[in-house]
């Protein structure tokens, strides 16, 4: 865990979620991220959703993986 780069608070992050890569994929072109400089994150893999907030937690998605691919941007200011 060391390795990894922290980020800074100029760093941008999008996630998207979809039940295929070809969903994802399709998003993110759709949002101009290629455009706006966004690049991938890390592996994008299949991810099961958990929501937490107020002491409670919810199984997103009715509980089904999901595929998820987060992209990021850095700013430099």
């Known amino acids: 865990m060391d390795q990894m780069r922290q980020s800074n608070e100029h ?3 999008i996630t998207i979620i979809g039940a295929s890569m070809a969903e994802i994929n399709a998003e993110y ?3 101009g991220l290629a455009d706006r400089d966004f690049s991938i994150v890390h592996k994008i893999g299949r991810h099961r959703f958990t929501r937490v907030g107020g002491g409670a937690s919810e199984h997103m998605f009715d509980g089904q ?3 998820a691919a987060t ?3 850095t700013r430099r200011n």
Do not use: G
């Open 11 to 13: 760093d941008e992050f």
């Open 29 to 31: 072109h759709a949002q």
């Open 65 to 67: 993986s999901m595929i």
């Open 71 to 73: 992209f990021t941007r």
